[in-house]
């Protein structure tokens, strides 16, 4: 296979998919997340076991921000991909750019809807991630184009396969777990 082309339609279900992979679990956000509600309630368990019931303030308040804080933090990042969603006009999908994948050393070509297009180098991309329903390719560290599945031409197996001949393997990610 020479070329893989996929005429990329994106929803608010697959961007949202996006955002949270990128965000939260690519970046490991999430264990920065999760270590921080732990120690935060260590210390709070540890608050009740030292100071029993004169330490009861200190422990609401160890617990209320380990507990509020992540909360928070969560809710402005959802509420934040849906303003995005909304502002992109991705609610019921559509047609945001064309990627064509040849074997050439420049061979990623994107096209948007207004046919304006940008090229770039195998040589110099950041990495491709695939997660079940997408691929996700990464021309830096913080700019991917999404390929869903049901956008290309082609299956995901063969994407995959297409993307091993041109990046090498510590660019590729697997992720479907």
Known sequence: MHEIIANVHLDGKIFRHFATFDTLIRTKRIWQILLFTGIMLFFTVLS??????????????LAGIGLFLPFLYLGTFFRSVRYQIERNGLRKGRFVYRLHLTTAPDGVE??????????YEWDKLYGAYRVKNATYLYVIKNQAFLLPNRSMETDADALWHFLGTRLPPEKLHDRRK
């Open 110 to 119: 994107v096209k948007d809807a207004s046919e304006q297009s940008a090229r």
């Open 48 to 61: 009740v076991l030292i100071g029993g019931t004169d330490a009861r303030t200190l422990t609401i308040t």
